[in-house]
């Protein structure tokens, strides 16, 4: 298998710029997460979806920030209107049905907004 | 507020030495807890794991301690290598599927 894929590896943006970043999960992993990595706080829970379903979105900053996942095998997260603060490298990931399934990284989306 | 702490933000060890990294947590509702390595520019990869019905598991050079009581974890990697330099990210899970990490520890391994 593929891994998990994101897109883009990079992006530059100027504030108050829309910005999309996509993730395809591993086929057959039926939880899909989206996480922040920042020198702060690590690795940040942004949101989680079940079977295409979000069922955790706690981590969401901010009305800025919404994600969805259409179908099983691609999800979207998207900052509208983008911030500096929101610079960092965001990570999507995916694991089975497992009780004790590890999750798998994708190689993440560093995003830098000017 | 942070529920999986990494205090060292960084750790050099002599190739061929132990290293060891640390890990607290504070909720005691933990049941699952996860080591992960990254490397620069690539996504975090699964290194170990231990539930907590265990005080220990190991794995080749990498062995996970849990101390319950003092909800407290380390990895050990011995002998450390060069190619185990990387940021270690701690991350522990309740019941259920959320995980929780810590903000790293990087380590570098000296020739």
């Known amino acids: 298998d593929a891994g998990v894929i994101q897109s883009p590896r990079h992006e530059v943006t100027e504030m108050g710029q829309e910005v999309t970043l996509r993730c395809k999960p591993i086929?057959?992993?039926?939880?899909l997460f989206w996480y922040r990595q920042t020198m702060m706080r690590g690795l940040e829970l942004l949101i989680y979806f079940n079977n295409n379903v979000p069922i955790d979105d706690s981590g969401m900053p901010e009305d800025r920030f919404s994600a969805k996942m259409p179908n099983a095998s691609f999800s979207t997260l998207k900052i509208q209107p983008s911030e500096p603060r929101d610079s960092a490298v965001y990570f999507c990931?995916?694991?089975?049905?497992?009780?004790?399934?590890?999750?798998?990284f994708g190689e993440g989306s560093r995003l830098t907004v000017l | 507020d942070q529920q999986v702490k990494q205090n060292s933000p960084s750790l050099s060890v002599q190739e061929g030495r132990i290293s060891i990294l640390n890990c607290d947590y504070t909720n005691s509702m933990f049941d699952y807890f996860l080591w992960y390595k990254k490397y620069p520019a690539e996504g975090p990869t699964f290194l170990i794991s231990?539930?907590?019905?265990?005080d220990k598991n190991e794995d080749g050079r990498f062995t996970v301690f849990l101390n319950k009581s003092a909800k407290h974890l380390s990895l050990h990697i011995v002998p450390s290598q060069p190619g185990d330099s990387a940021v270690y990210f701690c991350a522990a899970r309740p019941t259920g599927n959320q995980f929780y990490f810590g903000t790293g520890t990087s380590l570098t391994v000296i020739p």
């Open positions: 231990i539930s907590s019905i265990k």
């Open positions: 990931a995916s694991r089975g049905g497992l009780v004790t399934g590890e999750l798998f």
């Open positions: 086929s057959g992993h039926d939880y």
